[in-house]
């Protein structure tokens, strides 16, 4: 899937995504797949994958497109 970066919250390590069917999606610095939580920004595009977390869907495999 294609998304943006909503919002993150760095000091905890996590964010969101606004996923292109305007759902918004959960992503922990874990989940990253070639990218660097640290030097991410709001607004940048990301490809990344769906999967089913305790509280709902969370974005895996997370990567930077632009």
């Known amino acids: 899937m294609k998304g943006t970066i909503k919002k993150l919250i760095r000091d905890?390590?996590?964010g969101f995504i606004t996923a292109e069917d305007d759902k918004e999606v959960?992503?922990?610095r874990?989940?990253?797949a070639e990218a660097?939580?640290?030097t991410m920004e709001e607004?940048?595009?990301v490809e990344f994958e769906l999967e089913s977390g305790a509280k709902g869907p969370r974005a895996v495999?997370?990567?930077v497109t632009d």
Do not use: N
Request: aromatic share 22%; no cysteine; hydrophobic share 40%.
């Open 12 to 14: 905890r390590g996590f």
């Open 26 to 28: 959960f992503f922990h």
């Open 30 to 32: 874990s989940d990253l």
């Open 36 to 38: 660097d939580f640290d």
């Open 43 to 45: 607004g940048a595009s």
């Open 61 to 63: 495999k997370v990567k």
